[in-house]
């Protein structure tokens, strides 16, 4: 039987931060900051103008993924608060942990998703005054097949084709899959790993019989498609992200209509990005953020 060490949950966070912020330290030698935008990354980014049109502002938005900022992009646009403080919305996107990093680190995004560890670690609530927004529930991670439950073993898995997300910062499709894989002493390298953009593009691999597992959350929905009775839990109560916006100025009309587009985007967009909490009282005037204790 294979032994695997366990280690204190302290040793592991700290572990976790010292990674980060090397990371950030090497992509800060070849990612040049500009203005609002970063040079490496021009190319992901979805831009539109508001009816502000001889207002040149910016509002900055950085997400994980391309489909997020394409839809973010446009319904902030047609945002009427945003309309009328920003002539331009510029939404980034990205899997780059050095990336993400630059862009919170030195307070280039306006709006992002990020998760708390990575906020904490850089104390940007602090520098740039970033404020929580949006969060969302705990999760867990699970390997899932179609007909059979996932063995965790290095002669079960050797064997499978495996199907993961190709940005290195999600947790339930990258991080937690890879720390189990190397955890069973295999590589990348001697396994058979299909990726694929986003999770939605991994259950249809799934279905389409191009992979024999994927690494995913598990939803409601997925009853539909898969048996409760195939899924392998290889993490629980995994902290959900949050939406964080940069205040600078106590612009509180803006986070109470940021936060209510991105609740919005939440209930369309099913996932681990469900059952959001707010952290703004919004319903009547004066907007204030909600006491400590809540968040």
């Not at 997400?63 to 902030?76: D, E, H, I, Q």
């Not at 990205?94 to 990336?99: D, K, L, N, T």
């Not at 969060?135 to 495996?162: G, N, Q, T, V, W």
């Not at 919004?282 to 968040?295: H, I």
Request: overall charge neutral; some cysteine; proline content about 4%.
């Amino acid at each position: 039987m294979m032994r695997t060490t366990s280690f204190p949950k302290s040793i592991v966070a700290l572990s976790a931060v010292l990674v980060l912020v090397l990371c950030w330290m090497t992509g800060s030698l070849f990612i040049q900051y500009r203005g609002e935008t970063l040079n490496q990354v021009d190319s992901n980014v979805f831009t539109c103008r508001t009816t502000l049109q001889n207002n040149q502002q910016r509002l900055v938005g950085y997400v994980p993924v391309a489909p997020m900022a394409k839809r973010l992009a446009a319904k902030f646009c047609e945002n009427p608060v945003v309309a009328k403080q920003f002539g331009v919305v510029s939404v980034y996107y990205g899997s780059s942990i050095s990336e993400q990093i630059e862009f919170m680190a030195k307070g280039v995004a306006d709006v992002l998703l990020a998760k708390d560890n990575v906020v904490s670690a850089f104390k940007v609530q602090q520098t740039h005054n970033y404020q929580p927004l949006v969060s969302f529930k705990e999760y867990s991670a699970y390997l899932i097949s179609l007909r059979e439950k996932p063995l965790l073993s290095k002669a079960y898995l050797l064997d499978k084709r495996i199907g993961l997300l190709d940005y290195p910062t999600s947790r339930s499709g990258h991080i937690l899959p890879m720390q189990q894989f190397k955890a069973l002493d295999l590589t990348v390298e001697s396994m058979k790993i299909v990726y694929a953009n986003t999770h939605s593009e991994l259950r249809q691999k799934l279905m389409a019989g191009e992979v024999d597992i994927i690494s995913s959350y598990w939803q409601e929905q997925d009853k539909l498609h898969f048996s409760e009775h195939y899924i392998t839990p290889i993490a629980q109560n995994i902290a959900g992200t949050k939406w964080y916006l940069r205040m600078n100025e106590n612009n509180t009309e803006l986070a109470c209509a940021l936060q209510q587009l991105l609740v919005e985007e939440a209930d369309a967009n099913s996932g681990y990005f469900n059952e959001p909490k707010t952290y703004w009282q919004c319903q009547q005037s004066p907007f204030f953020q909600l006491a400590l204790e809540y968040q």
